[in-house]
């Protein structure tokens, strides 16, 4: 079964959970989440099934520089793979740089390639590329749903400077850029907190 479903979610049910609840009542492989919902959080969550998980594979062909997509090494190779040429992860990791500028160049998207080194690569206003590279990714982004924090980020950016991005395509690899600084700065700072106290044994 292929496809997305809205769940409502309930109080207190992890945006796994209902990932996992999904799978058994609908019995697919595969099904993913389209953000992660606090647990407490009451709402909408849609859940993709089967295909529908591979989500940069519904992107058209062309889309404006607006458009920004937030792939790490394997999703940008499937997408690749998918309108161009086959394009193996370890390509992308090679030449992150270029397979980037590569994927800017085909969708017409700007183009958020996560990694130790995050590539960004916007359009320039006069036909050509602007490419930005952020170095602040500690290990503590590995964390699931840290991606979906960054794609957050970068949404909450664009939305207070909507029509300015409009007007001016160039600044959305800008703002693209400062969302995956803020976001990796915050997890350094995350990092270097201390742990809390160990959880307690209670004995009756």
Do not use: W
Not at 64 to 83: C, D, S, W
Not at 148 to 169: F, K, M, S, Y
């Amino acid at each position: 079964m292929n496809g997305i479903f809205l769940l409502n979610k309930s109080p207190e049910m992890t945006s796994f959970l209902a990932c996992n609840v999904t799978r058994k009542l609908l019995g697919v492989k595969k099904a993913g989440h389209a953000g992660t919902l606090d647990p407490m959080a009451v709402g909408v969550l849609p859940i993709l099934c089967g295909n529908a998980t591979r989500a940069l594979d519904l992107l058209p062909d062309h889309v404006p520089p607006q458009v920004v997509i937030t792939p790490h090494a394997g999703e940008l190779a499937r997408l690749l793979t998918r309108i161009d040429a086959p394009t193996t992860r370890d390509e992308i990791m090679a030449e992150s740089l270029r397979q980037a500028q590569r994927a800017c160049e085909l969708t017409g998207a700007t183009v958020v390639l996560k990694g130790a080194y995050t590539v960004i690569v916007g359009t320039d206003g006069n036909g050509g590329m602007r490419t930005l590279v952020c170095g602040r990714a500690p290990a503590f982004l590995a964390t699931a749903g840290a991606g979906d924090v960054l794609a957050g980020i970068i949404g909450a950016l664009l939305a207070q400077r909507a029509q300015e991005l409009i007007d001016d395509p160039t600044l959305v690899a800008e703002m693209a850029a400062g969302a995956v600084y803020t976001h990796g700065l915050a997890a350094a700072m995350a990092a270097q907190r201390p742990a809390g106290p160990a959880p307690a044994t209670i004995t009756s």
